[in-house]
């Protein structure tokens, strides 16, 4: 315990603004609270804002930028009206508006606004927390490792000792899952993916 270190753990996106709520208020105490009651139910999450109305644009997003419909809806569905941050970076770059070549569902662009506007440090960040391809593509998406890396080497300058250690982590980290899938026990699987190296260490 730290004194005044007010901590919170776990939540959904369903609980997290009461839950933030609850911690400023104890932070700020019973009276200032009052004072200053919490606007996080007023606060639109990055990417409402204009939402709505793009989503009666899917056509004419489809139409500027060679994209089907459907890769349109599903980079909605993941940035919203934050989908400008996208085309910004397709208008600065054109070849980033292309699918990637062995996971067609996402745009070669969102590779680097993850490096570019979400805090992607390594490449498990780009496949885990950033496009959710290791769960949602075949095989954690290794099919489209190397081109994911190429990008993000660009992006955030990797040299191509780097790339090559962010590849291979990537790599140690998915069959480190792949172990605990084959456990029968919390215990084990919590073992078989410590076995994977720590991304601190690159």
Not at 7 to 25: F, H, N, W
Not at 29 to 53: C, I, M, N, Q
Request: proline fraction near 4%; glycine fraction near 6%; aromatic fraction near 6%.
């Amino acid at each position: 315990m730290v004194p005044g270190l007010i901590s919170i753990a776990g939540g959904k996106l369903t609980t997290y603004r009461i839950m933030a709520q609850d911690a400023v208020d104890f932070a700020l105490g019973k009276d200032r609270a009052k004072d200053l009651p919490s606007v996080t139910e007023r606060t639109l999450l990055h990417g409402a804002d204009g939402y709505v109305p793009l989503t009666r644009q899917v056509e004419q997003i489809s139409d500027r930028f060679g994209w089907t419909p459907d890769m349109v809806e599903h980079l909605l569905n993941r940035y919203g009206s934050a989908i400008s941050e996208i085309e910004a970076i397709v208008d600065e770059q054109a070849d980033l508006a292309e699918p990637l070549k062995r996971a067609p569902d996402y745009v070669r662009a969102e590779i680097v606004q993850a490096a570019r506007n979400e805090g992607v440090l390594h490449l498990a960040d780009a496949f885990q927390t950033r496009t959710r391809m290791s769960y949602d593509q075949p095989d954690h998406g290794l099919a489209v490792v190397d081109e994911v890396a190429d990008l993000l080497a660009q992006e955030l300058g990797w040299d191509a000792e780097r790339r090559t250690k962010e590849v291979q982590a990537y790599r140690d980290l998915c069959a480190a899952e792949d172990a605990a899938a084959e456990t029968t026990d919390d215990t084990a699987a919590a073992a078989a993916r410590a076995a994977a190296p720590s991304l601190n260490s690159l």
